[in-house]
């Protein structure tokens, strides 16, 4: 952690360009129950996400985890925006 590479890997910092972001939706999904990303880590980077484009979802445990990711659960979200989305002559 130089200050050199420091430097180098700033732009892709997420909580340098997550404030940033323009996104009209936005969904985050965090791990509760990861021990590699410190608590105090997990709780910037929700910070750092817009508030009125984003979907934050906290998963306590592994059951949580696994029962929101199996069979492409966790892809209905996006489907659902996808779907939203109005198309040109409707």
Known sequence: MTPEFLKKTAPIDPL???PKLQARKFRLDQQLFDTNTPTP???KLRAAIPAAATTVMLYKNIEEFKTEFQD???LRWI???LE???TEGK
């Open 16 to 18: 340098v360009w997550l």
């Open 41 to 43: 880590v997990k709780e």
């Open 72 to 74: 492409g659960k966790n």
């Open 79 to 81: 489907q659902q925006q």
């Open 84 to 86: 939203s989305i109005p």
